[in-house]
Every structure is written in structure tokens, then in C-alpha cells.
């Protein structure tokens, strides 16, 4: 898969920008605040993923408009394909392939898979859990339509779920308990999808960052991935059960698949806590690395592969086994300064000042 060209059009500082892409290594140059990491998160969105900086669409349009558009020429194999997002801050945004409608932009990773490396990584392991499922969830549904299905019919279940627990105030009414019955029977059913998933998922992943991390660390430090999920021992039906007048008391769902986490383990200790910022960042990378890998196994494509400004963070030597690392597919990397590491061999190089590409 090759992205061959890209505009945007009033999305964050960029006005009207159009550039083409070859398949090879693009390195985009220009100062801090000049749109970099924007055609980054552009080149992101395209494969249906949540901006990885967490912006909502209000940031994403640009100052004094109302919608915000993204389109991109895509090659994969023989085929041609256009994406088409609109972005707006009235109603609801859309997106097409080939001037067909996308029932969910996550359907937009059937056509565009990317994985994106940014200085912010470093939440991975030190963040809160949300970032951790989010980076399992989405890697996931790259890859599986069921899953993508099943996790968004979670979503709508919490919510309907949540707005009965709240309207409860603190009281469990008859009616309550009978709609939590109903609400119940199909929380478990997503649920014990999600979690079987997601464990089959940790036992092909965590091998692959065990790896990456001891090639990118230069250290042969065990690496351990675990789901933490307590509901799953018991099973959440019985959990819900044991759960429900502390849940009635709170306004909210306690106990399922949106509270669990993803443990990292480093020479059996928690990474999170226990292991250096020099050890954290080498796991986040291995995260990437590794994420990569499963979605070239598993969809038998080459992700794009997209580098905000990463090289930035990391030491020498770090930086000189991630380029070991990293894969021979389409990269696009940015560097405020130009210059990049040994190894890393930009066929085209894009400048961009204040939203506009400009000669280099």
C-alpha cells in the first residue's frame, strides 16, 4: 500500500496543501509550529484511526471555517483507490472510498493501514490505561471487522447503560433491575468477545516486543505483556452481580472491558513504575515496532509508517537501532532541523512553512 498523493484543505494550519508522495523515505523539514506534525496527523487519519495527539474535530478545521477535508490517492497492488473525509464542526463528518460511503471511519483501515512514532509515546507506558487499551483496540481492528463491529456495539452499550445508572441516583428501583438484566446479557456477550480477542492478540504482540525491545535497548532484559481484567476470572455476568450497588451508588459502569489494562512487565516488574525513562522509551518504541509487524502478518500489507519529529528524543545510539529497526516500506518523517540518522535515506524531501509547501 502506497499513498501516491495527498490534499488538504483547511485542516489545522494548512490551507490548501497537495503533495505527492513516492514510495520510498520523504522527509519533511520546517521549524516548530509550522505544520509538520499536521501533515503527519493528516496522513494518520486516513486510515479511519483517532488523531493520535487526542484532538477533537473542533481542532482539527482550521481558524474561521466549519469543515476541514482530507483526500488521498491510494495504491495497493493494481488498484487505485480515493479517500475522502470531510471533517466538520456542524453535524457529523463523513468518509468515502471511491465515492462510496464508510458506514464507520474505522472501515477506512481496510484501504489504509499506518502506524504513526511520536515523542508522546512515552504515555504508552506511563500513561493511564485508556492510552494502553486504545493502542490494543486499535491495532486490533486494523486488522478485524468483527472486532471493530463488536467494539462499537460495547460503546453503545456503556452508554445506554451509564445513563440508566445515573437516572438511578443512588436508588435501585425494580424497573432498574430489570433493564439492567437486559443491558447486562448484552454487555457480557461483547465483552467475552472483546476479552478473548484481545488475549489471542497479547500472545502473537508480546513476543514481537519482547524483540524489538531487546534490538532497540541492546539489552536481552525479559520483556512480559499481560491483560489486566479481573472480570475474567469470575466471568462478568457474576461480576456485574457483585458490582451492582456499588455501580447504582456511583452512576456508572464498574467492571467490563473498558476498565481493563495492558501490563507491561520489564525483568518482571512494572514498567510503568519500576523501569528508567531510557528503558520506557524503548519499550514504546518495541510497541511500535511490534505493531507494525502483526499488522504486515496478519493483513499481508506494509503499513505506512509515519515518524513525527522522533529521533529528536532519542540518544545515538537509540536512534541508530530503531533505524536498524525500522521496516523497508513508505515512511514519511519529520525533523525541524533536516538532519537524520545514519541509515535513514530520504528519497524526497517536502519544507513546509507556515502551512505551505515550499521548495527545500
Request: overall charge negative.
Amino acid at each position: 500500500m502506497i499513498i501516491k498523493r495527498l490534499w488538504l484543505t483547511n485542516f489545522r494550519n494548512h490551507d490548501e496543501t497537495d503533495v505527492e508522495l513516492n514510495d520510498g523515505t520523504t522527509l519533511v523539514v520546517g521549524l516548530n509550529g509550522h505544520g509538520k506534525t499536521n501533515l503527519i496527523e493528516g496522513l494518520y487519519l486516513l486510515s479511519g484511526a483517532r488523531s493520535f495527539r487526542g484532538a477533537k474535530v473542533d481542532a482539527l478545521v482550521r481558524s474561521g471555517h466549519t469543515s476541514a477535508y482530507i483526500r488521498a490517492e491510494v495504491e495497493n497492488e493494481s488498484r487505485t483507490s480515493l479517500i475522502e473525509i470531510e471533517l466538520t464542526t456542524q453535524g457529523r463528518s463523513k468518509a468515502q472510498v471511491n465515492k462510496q460511503k464508510v458506514k464507520r471511519f474505522r472501515d477506512l483501515g481496510d484501504t489504509v493501514r499506518a502506524v504513526v512514532f511520536s515523542p508522546d509515546d512515552l504515555e504508552l507506558i506511563k500513561g493511564p490505561p485508556a492510552i494502553r487499551r486504545s493502542l490494543l483496540d486499535d491495532t486490533i481492528a486494523i486488522t478485524n471487522p468483527e472486532f471493530r463491529a463488536v467494539r462499537t456495539d460495547l460503546d453503545h452499550i456503556l452508554r445506554q447503560r451509564n445513563n440508566l445508572l445515573k437516572q438511578a441516583k443512588g436508588r435501585l428501583s425494580n424497573d432498574l433491575e430489570t433493564s439492567l438484566i437486559i443491558w447486562n446479557e448484552q454487555l457480557v456477550n461483547a465483552a467475552e468477545l472483546i476479552g478473548d480477542t484481545r488475549e489471542e492478540f497479547i500472545h502473537q504482540f508480546g513476543p514481537s516486543v519482547a524483540d524489538f525491545y531487546q534490538q532497540v535497548a541492546g539489552r536481552n532484559d525479559p520483556v512480559t505483556l499481560n491483560i489486566e481484567a479481573d472480570w475474567r476470572h469470575t466471568g462478568l455476568a457474576e461480576a456485574l452481580v457483585k458490582s451492582q450497588d456499588d455501580e447504582v451508588r456511583r452512576g456508572m459502569t464498574l467492571v467490563g472491558p473498558h476498565r481493563d489494562d495492558l501490563l507491561m512487565l520489564l525483568n518482571s516488574l512494572p514498567s510503568r513504575s519500576h523501569a528508567s525513562q531510557g528503558e520506557q522509551r524503548s519499550l514504546a518504541l518495541a510497541l511500535r515496532l511490534a505493531t507494525y509487524l502483526y499488522i504486515e502478518k496478519v493483513s499481508g500489507d506494509q503499513p505506512l509508517v509515519l515518524l513525527d519529529d522522533v529521533f529528536s528524543e532519542l540518544d545515538e545510539t537509540r536512534a541508530r537501532r530503531l533505524v536498524e529497526c525500522l521496516p523497508n516500506s513508505q515512511i514519511v518523517l519529520t525533523s525541524a532541523t533536516g538532519t537524520v540518522p545514519e541509515g535513514v535515506n530520504p528519497s524526497q524531501t517536502l519544507s513546509l512553512e507556515e502551512g505551505q509547501v515550499c521548495a527545500p
